[in-house]
């Protein structure tokens, strides 16, 4: 359950620091961010890629190398999210927050 919930962190965090840049958040939301929103989801996505290495390294020695895979996957899929459905990448941000967190009370359930 903890790889589950280091790869929804690790997509929601790309999402968080790509929202938090001018350019992508006119994109989704068609305005530019105020700085102390793009301020928050900068600081919100640094916490979330932290959180999610914590979560993959708790899985064992070769954490790391998992944590990048993850990291590759997730940065993959928001790049072709913002390619082909740019609007579905603030809902499916939150939607993985909720993922992980989810997978971490399964987690927290299941020992």
């Known amino acids: 359950m903890m790889p589950l919930a280091a790869l929804f962190a690790s997509y929601a965090a790309f999402s968080a620091l790509c929202l938090g840049m001018d350019g992508h958040h006119r994109e989704v939301f ?3 961010p105020s700085p102390r929103r793009a301020q928050w989801l900068r600081g919100a996505g640094w916490l979330l890629l932290a959180a999610s290495f914590a979560l993959a390294v708790t899985g064992g020695p070769q954490g790391v190398v998992t944590w990048v895979g993850m990291l ?3 940065a ?3 790049v072709l999210l913002l390619s082909y459905r740019p609007r579905r990448v603030a809902p499916l941000g939150w939607l993985a927050c909720g ?5 971490l009370l399964g987690a927290a359930l299941w020992h």
């Open 72 to 74: 590759t996957a997730s």
């Open 76 to 78: 993959v899929a928001l």
């Open 30 to 32: 068609g305005r530019a």
């Open 99 to 103: 993922g992980a967190a989810l997978a």
